[in-house]
């Protein structure tokens, strides 16, 4: 069984930052894709951010040059540093992950962590 744990959301001024951790934990043998969506009230879950194995990393067009990913693979984390915060950036921030457990290949999700943005 894996899990994904995710911290690091709270309640934030326009303008502000944060930094999400997500940590996979349990029969992992290689971890592939880790990525960031996003859920906001009534609207579809979104993909904000991705990493491969290799380090390439992609983002949505609407958190370019403010959001950034990383990933520690020792310690199987992903980052999503969130700076210039927007009040259209309260949701949800989901962990996602592409994981080889044993011989199949899983995508697992974490609890979710609400980030608020507002004065």
């Known amino acids: 069984q894996v899990q994904l744990v995710e911290s690091g959301g709270g309640l934030v001024q326009p303008g502000g930052s944060l930094r999400l951790s997500c940590t996979a934990s349990?029969?992992?043998?290689?971890?592939?894709?880790m990525a960031w969506y996003r859920q906001a009230p009534g609207n579809p879950r979104d993909l904000v951010a991705g990493i491969n194995s290799i380090g390439d990393t992609y983002y949505a067009d609407s958190v370019k040059e403010r959001f950034t990913i990383s990933r520690e693979n020792a310690k199987n984390t992903v980052n999503l540093q969130m700076n210039s915060l927007k009040p259209e950036d309260t949701a949800v921030y989901y962990c996602?992950?592409?994981?080889?457990?044993?011989?199949?290949?899983?995508?697992?999700w974490g609890q979710g962590t609400p980030v608020t943005v507002s004065s």
């Open positions: 349990g029969n992992i043998f290689s971890i592939h894709r």
């Open positions: 996602n992950a592409v994981i080889r457990s044993g011989s199949t290949i899983i995508e697992p």
